[in-house]
């Protein structure tokens, strides 16, 4: 037997977070503890942006390296890239510390009571909790290896290393920390069952195949006769373990839950990052392990879209928290990328990256300005409480109402363009139908979008009102990137795109 | 329809001016005719733009700039007199405006015998009221932006006359209308000058859907709406275009220009500061409507029932604004029932076609003249009274204003039409070309003369004769030179415009001919048996007049009157015919819009939507918050995908 080859240059921007986040429970432990919050944000950043700067470096690789089990091609470098972004972007919020008096957004520590005698001391001696960030590099390594996985076992573990770090963050709320631990235990249960499926349907699959390889499974669809029922058990299986990490119906249930429970900075980058993450696994898995049956999942995927698209739109609606909003929001932005993803084409893929990297990044922007309204309670989050926000606070609201309409896909804005290429990808991958339910139920989720505008710029303020917080230079930078991305992909997609395009070709 | 490329083509190289001339492109002094333009515009600009900053020089920038542009046009007209008869038109192309789907507009201007003609008035009398203005308006304080106003008002109607697009045309158009409707709001703080300001630009909106619909016309059949390429092509188009546009330019002189059945705005319209009358309500913007006939020309000759429908409503017009100036006690609304007919005769000679348009120009200016005139003397008279315009507490004021008197008497005399005043060689030509049309025509005009005469001779012996009617403790003041000057230079126009346009400087109906045409016409009786009629009839109404206000002592109350007085007195009705007619039945169609609107298209909006919000209910309980739930849901679905996945091999 011989010792496995790695290719250290390819991996080094996966294997640059991982151990950054090592090295950061090593630093829990001997820092001491004034300097470790410092020490944590700075290290998170250094590795995240070393890490960046290593894909960037490694554009127009096509790899398959680690002896078969991950891929470094374009798509994985594409949204291991857009992923590093939008985590350092995240690092911003989590690092905010002017909007919770003398603290952030996390508990100081997450296993005291609500309201104990020793949180209360905790709260006075001004206590960070500092484990968030080595948590946060876990999820996003794991998040960066989930779209290279190139075996079902390292996909697997992938989605192990992403969900687990979550389940605890979400749980870590300063305020309300009870919804955010219900969130975290409710996230916990669900995402272990679909994890079990996800297992499940992969042992399904490898007796099919007789290998865990995608490559050696896309051979074995021509060649293994006789055991379809086997093969397709699997797909769906395994099809239910990545859907539910997307947050499309009928295994979106947690989503409203977790997302309105968990901290906001937790939520930003939970929204944007495990949703790329996912489909970037999602697409690989089924275009190039499954695209040979890609008439036997089309069906299953055409009404999970559609479901998804109805229910995300039309259940958003009578939402009044805007957090829940926001989360069936992202349950009909999975139903669009749904649309796309049975087109199974290059056209598709192209399409899907650029519609993550704009959703992605208006989505961060958006959970954002929540962080900033405010009342006693903490964040101000049910929508009556935002009337006239735009009266008192014309620039955050303005920049909240962009991404809004960002969302609903109003031209000049990236979402716009995002939509008009997911649609298009499938109307020419034969999906029209789907389209149209697309384009209805944008004009549902339309009518929520701008309600929120309205109401915020054309409602008298409410009486006592949430203020809006003045965020440090951290959470300022964050939300302007966010907002000049999305106003400038929507004005100038072009180069975005032909990025998307270029890096749309998977290697198997 | 006749709109194909190739006629325009064709067009483009044979590029025939109506009455024969040819339109040269503009070269040396010509190629600077957007000075005209440019300098009240910079003048308005820099008052509107330039605040307070402004405020003490404001009205002489105005002045200066309205002068220059005065001096320029004069320079112009020096220069086109040097030119052969029928070589006096230039076009200008500033720059292409724009050119999509085959529609090319050109910023481009036509500098003509008749533009010419409307420039030098316009500029004219406009740097005269300008200066008048400077002491009218002495005490206000947003004089800065009155003239502001009047500049803005200047360049826009040098725009519209100079204009060689109907396009472009249209754009002076509306910012006349603008500017009128700045300027008889003027002084806002007064809900009547509001209101009437309102109203004036909610009827000249009618009039200006007559426009829309006219070049969207021209559009249609000819593919462009410049002048060159519209006339060059009338005749290939067909009569029932022709007649339909003409229909659609006879609207919107019609609103412009105070004509029947929409000249219910300008009697309201006298609540503007009195040069504002004298320039935009008298001399200058509401003939914009003649202008629009005349230079449609080439449209109107090929369309004889669109000129039908022109001479019908000049003539209401003209008898309808002299009753109606009879019974008005208020000077000023006296006058605007004036201007009213006097417009009247001129849409009515322009109706006659190539036989009237030169003389619905002639009159047009000297109209322009002596009703310039007549307002400023009446605003000389109500800045000597504390702003009184009721005509029944004036009287015996010749002697307390003399200049005011003598100037006022000059335009009188010319209105009514006494040789050789200003208007006696203009209304009698229109009367000579009425009569050789038609016998119904020409009677309207001369009963017209008569009633004309009838309204001056009573505003005359109201205000300057008979007894001291005003009761304010210090006798009315004569006004301060800086107005009186331009009340003398127009009262000598008054005097010598008819003979010097007719004599001095060539014959204005020569003058005009290459651009209108040329058409003579034989009277059914005797000239000078016709002169004598006139005269006689204009005699008859001083005679009537003075009999009933001169040689009785006018009351101070308003005595009740005829039936006709009192429909007079309430402007024929027009505002209870608009009220009847467009109003009611107006917002009956917005009420029953509104009704179809909340009750059917909300109804299916609000139903639709009411629908989904109860889908939403629905399915908002799926969320129940318990784990078991969701992972029941998700089971449910696992089951669904398996089968889902598995059923697609089975058939």
């Known amino acids: 037997m011989t010792a496995p080859t790695l290719e250290y240059a390819e991996l080094a921007p996966l294997i640059t977070v991982f151990g950054a986040a090592v090295i950061g429970v090593l630093i829990e432990a001997f820092v001491p503890r004034r300097a470790r919050h410092t020490v944590q944000v700075v290290l998170a950043l250094l590795a995240l942006v070393a890490s960046l700067v290593q894909v960037i470096a490694l554009a127009g690789t096509e790899v398959v390296a680690a002896v078969g089990a991950v891929v470094i091609d374009g798509p994985a470098l594409f949204l291991q890239g857009t992923i590093l972004v939008l985590s350092i972007i995240s690092i911003a919020f989590f690092a905010e510390r002017k909007l919770e008096a003398g603290g952030d957004a996390f508990a100081p520590a997450a296993s005291s009571l609500p309201g104990s005698d020793e949180e209360r001391v905790l709260v006075r001696e001004r206590r960070l909790q500092t484990e968030i960030y080595p948590l946060m590099l876990f999820a996003v390594a794991g998040m960066m290896l989930f779209p290279a996985a190139n075996d079902l076992l390292i996909m697997f573990i992938a989605l192990e290393v992403l969900s687990l770090p979550l389940y605890l963050m979400c749980g870590m709320a300063r305020r309300r920390r009870l919804l955010s631990h219900e969130a975290a235990l409710k996230y916990f249960l669900l995402g272990a069952f679909s994890s079990a499926v996800f297992l499940f349907g992969s042992a399904f699959v490898y007796g099919f195949a007789g290998s865990l390889r995608f490559s050696e499974i896309s051979t074995a669809l021509t060649t293994e006769i006789g055991k379809e029922g086997l093969l397709l058990s699997g797909v769906g299986l395994m099809a239910v373990g990545l859907l539910f990490k997307v947050g499309a119906v009928p295994f979106h249930a947690w989503t409203p839950d977790v997302y309105q429970g968990a901290p906001t900075p937790v939520t930003a980058f939970m929204a944007a990052c495990t949703k790329l993450a996912a489909f970037g696994a999602m697409v690989r898995l089924f275009y190039v392990a499954f695209g040979g049956v890609r008439s036997d999942w089309q069906p299953m995927l055409w009404a999970v879209a559609i479901a998804t698209m109805v229910v995300g739109a039309v259940v958003a609606l009578t939402q009044t928290d805007i957090k829940r909003m926001l989360a069936y929001s992202s349950i009909a932005h999975a139903g669009f990328v749904l649309t796309a993803l049975v087109a199974a084409d290059q056209t598709a893929t192209a399409a899907i990256l650029f519609y993550l990297a704009t959703y992605g990044i208006a989505t961060l922007g958006a959970f954002a300005v929540v962080t900033l309204v405010r009342d006693s309670g903490g964040e101000a989050t049910h929508l009556s409480k935002w009337a006239g926000l735009g009266k008192r606070s014309p620039i955050v609201a303005g920049t909240f109402a962009l991404f809004l309409l960002a969302f609903a896909g109003i031209p000049m804005t990236s979402g716009f363009v995002g939509k008009l290429s997911v649609f298009a990808a499938a109307i020419d991958g034969g999906a029209t139908p789907l389209v149209i339910v697309g384009v209805l139920a944008s004009a549902v989720a339309a009518f929520f979008y701008v309600r929120v505008i309205v109401l915020m710029f054309f409602s008298a303020p409410a009486e006592e009102g949430p203020t809006v917080a003045v965020p440090s230079v951290w959470t300022t930078v964050g939300i302007s990137l966010g907002a000049a991305a999305t106003l400038l992909l929507g004005l100038v997609p072009g180069p975005l795109l032909d990025l998307a395009q270029q890096a749309a070709v998977f290697v198997r | ?651």
């Not at chain 2, 320029?72 to 050119?99: H, P, S």
């Open chain 2, 1 to 651: 329809m006749i709109s194909t490329y190739s006629t325009l083509a064709t067009a483009v190289s044979t590029q025939a001016e109506h009455g024969g001339q040819v339109a040269v492109e503009a070269t040396g002094i010509y190629s600077w005719t957007w000075l005209l333009i440019a300098f009240p515009l910079l003048g308005a600009a820099v008052l509107l733009l330039g605040g307070r900053r402004t405020d003490r020089i404001g009205h002489l920038v105005g002045t200066v700039a309205s002068s220059l542009s005065f001096v320029m046009g004069v320079v112009l007209f020096v220069a086109m007199l040097g030119e052969g008869d029928a070589e006096r038109a230039f076009t200008l192309d500033l720059w292409e405006w724009f050119n999509a789907g085959g529609y090319q507009v050109e910023v481009s201007l036509l500098l003509d015998q008749l533009s010419m003609a409307f420039v030098l008035l316009i500029t004219g009398v406009g740097s005269l009221i300008h200066v008048y203005s400077i002491g009218y308006m002495e005490h206000d304080e947003r004089r800065r932006r009155f003239f502001g106003y009047l500049n803005l008002f200047v360049a826009a109607m040098l725009l519209l006359v100079l204009a060689a697009d109907y396009l472009i045309l249209f754009i002076g158009w509306e910012g006349v209308g603008l500017a009128s409707y700045l300027l008889i709001g003027f002084w806002q703080h007064k809900p009547s000058a509001a209101v009437a300001a309102k109203k004036a630009f909610v009827v000249n909106r009618v009039g200006d859907m007559g426009m829309v619909l006219a070049v969207a016309s021209m559009l249609a059949v000819f593919g462009s709406s410049s002048y060159s390429l519209v006339f060059a092509n009338a005749e290939n188009a067909s009569t029932g275009w022709l007649t339909a546009i003409g229909l659609f330019l006879l609207l919107a002189a019609c609103g412009k220009s105070a004509q029947f059945p929409l000249q219910s705005w300008l009697l309201d319209a006298m609540e503007g500061p009195t040069p504002v009358s004298a320039l935009i309500h008298a001399a200058t913007m509401v003939t914009a409507g003649v202008y629009l006939v005349v230079r449609s020309a080439a449209i109107y000759d090929l369309a004889p029932d669109a000129r039908t429908a022109v001479v019908i409503v000049g003539a209401i017009t003209l008898l309808m604004g002299a009753i109606i100036g009879c019974a008005k006690d208020d000077i000023k609304k006296a006058l605007a029932g004036s201007t009213m007919s006097q417009i009247g005769y001129m849409m009515l000679a322009a109706g006659l076609g190539p036989a009237g348009y030169a003389f619905a120009i002639f009159h047009l200016l000297t109209h322009g003249f002596f009703k310039a005139n007549m307002f400023l003397g009446a605003g000389s008279v109500m800045h000597g009274m504390n702003d009184e315009v009721d005509m029944r507490k004036f009287g015996g004021l010749r002697v307390a204003m003399p200049v005011t008197f003598a100037t006022f008497a000059m335009g009188y005399l010319a209105i009514i039409g006494i040789p050789p005043f200003a208007g006696y060689f203009s209304k009698d030509r229109i009367i000579e070309a009425a009569f050789a049309e038609n016998w119904v025509y020409g009677i309207c005009a001369l009963l017209g003369a008569g009633i004309t005469a009838f309204y001056m001779t009573r505003v005359m012996l109201m205000t300057f004769f008979g007894a001291r009617r005003w009761k304010q403790s210090e006798p009315p003041h004569e006004s301060p030179s800086v107005m009186t000057v331009p009340l003398v230079v127009l009262a000598v126009l008054s005097v010598v415009g008819g003979a010097g346009l007719l004599y001095l400087t060539g014959d204005i109906v020569q003058w005009l001919a290459p651009v209108t045409g040329e058409a003579h016409h034989d009277l059914p009786m005797p000239l000078a048996l016709l002169v004598t009629l006139t005269l006689l009839t204009v005699l008859a109404g001083v005679a009537v007049a003075w009999g009933m206000y001169g040689r009785k002592a006018i009351r101070e109350d308003v005595p009740a009157g005829n039936p006709l007085t009192v429909a007079a007195r309430r402007d024929l009705y027009g505002d209870a015919f608009n009220e009847a007619v467009l109003m009611r039945p107006g917002q009956y169609l917005t009420r029953s819009l509104v009704y179809v609107e909340n009750r059917g298209v909300d109804g299916a909006v609000v139903g639709t939507a009411t629908a989904v919000g109860g889908l939403s209910s629905r399915l908002r309980r799926w969320q129940t918050g318990f784990v078991r739930s969701y992972a029941l849901t998700m089971f449910a679905g696992v089951g669904f995908v398996v089968v889902a996945m598995l059923l697609v091999r089975l058939p």
